[in-house]
Nanobody, 124 residues
């Protein structure tokens, strides 16, 4: 079965950096989009980044564009989220997700598989 396991969360000061990892297993992800979402307490889960497993295009909302970078290592079956210039409003549980399909989407309802999440806390 598909497993997505996130790691790399933690506590960091504003302006700092973290790199999240998502180890994927259980199937071939060639035709999948991999995404990162986040959910802060009392808020909806929101889209953070996406990348096609077999392509190079990346997608970000304006709130993180220029600060976050999604990438993947096919040999390791791992997707990364490099987060720089972190702000207190980036504090949330970050989830890795995967969806099969020919286009990317920012809707969490379109993603088939999810990891358990990793906490990121940015102090001011």
């Amino acid at each position: 079965q598909v497993q997505l396991v996130e790691s790399g969360g933690g506590l960091v000061q504003a302006g700092g950096s973290l790199r999240l990892s998502c180890a994927a297993s259980g199937r071939t992800f060639t035709n999948y989009y991999m995404g990162w979402f986040r959910q802060a307490p009392g808020k909806e889960r929101e889209f953070v980044a996406a990348i096609r497993w077999s392509g190079t295009n990346t997608y970000y909302p304006d709130s993180v564009k220029g600060r976050f970078t999604i990438s993947r290592d096919n040999a390791k079956n791992t997707v990364y989220l490099q987060m720089n210039s972190l702000k207190p409003e980036d504090t949330a549980v970050y989830y890795c997700a995967a969806r099969s399909g020919s286009y990317y989407t920012t809707s969490r309802y379109d993603y088939n598989y999810w990891g358990q999440g990793t906490q990121v806390t940015v102090s001011s």
